[in-house]
């Protein structure tokens, strides 16, 4: 079951998706922190609850949905689901038109350095595995599944399998107004998986 959601009109603005007694569904925009960092702006979490606890991040130049847990026992319960990789996150991105194809599972090993991810070989010296599951290919927009989930991991594998991100200049993208790559799904244990609207992606300039 797919419940979709929508976000307001102003996508600068976060707001909030969906509530229930222990968790919450965020639209995070892009250039917004998750949580206070050292520059002092306000973050996702402050502006919605500061006692709230974010069940996975997204990067600051990232948009799209964050989940957040509201309660000590959703708290539990989601970080327990993540952990045992119950959690399923979706995510779209922008590429170069007519990008190379990818394969269904693109497997690297991971390090970070100096701010920035590193792709190895799988098995590489002080490296962890990341793994991202193609879902959908498209002349220029690509569907992932985080299998893991390092840090600036969809960035760098899709620069390393020669499918920069539209706007990701860290990662060898081209220039652009923002990082074209959003958190578009979420799906939880016994629950719908919840997905951004059709229009909201549209929205958002990640669908034809």
């Not at 002080?126 to 992932?144: D, G, N």
């Amino acid at each position: 079951m797919t419940a979709y959601l929508s976000i307001g009109s102003d996508l600068t603005q976060p707001c909030v998706l969906h509530e229930a007694n222990d968790y919450a569904l965020l639209y995070k925009p892009p250039g917004m922190a998750v949580q206070a960092d050292a520059r002092g702006d306000l973050d996702l979490l402050s502006w919605y609850r500061s006692d709230a606890s974010v069940v996975g991040r997204l990067d600051r130049p990232v948009c799209g949905m964050v989940l957040v847990a509201t309660t000590p026992l959703g708290k539990t319960s989601l970080q327990t689901a993540q952990s045992q990789q119950q959690l399923l996150k979706i995510y779209r991105a922008k590429t170069m038109l007519n990008a190379p194809r990818l394969p269904p599972l693109i497997e690297h090993g991971w390090r970070f350095e100096r701010g920035l991810a590193q792709a190895t070989s799988v098995g590489a010296k002080r490296s962890k595995i990341m793994r991202t599951k193609v879902i959908t290919q498209e002349a220029e927009y690509v569907e992932l599944q985080l299998i893991t989930g390092r840090r600036h991991q969809l960035r760098v594998q899709l620069a390393t399998a020669g499918c920069p991100i539209v706007g990701d200049r860290r990662y060898g993208g081209i220039k652009a107004d923002r990082v074209y790559l959003s958190c578009v799904a979420i799906g939880l244990p016994n629950r719908p998986v919840y997905r951004l609207s059709d229009k909201t992606l549209q929205a958002l300039n990640l669908a034809t």
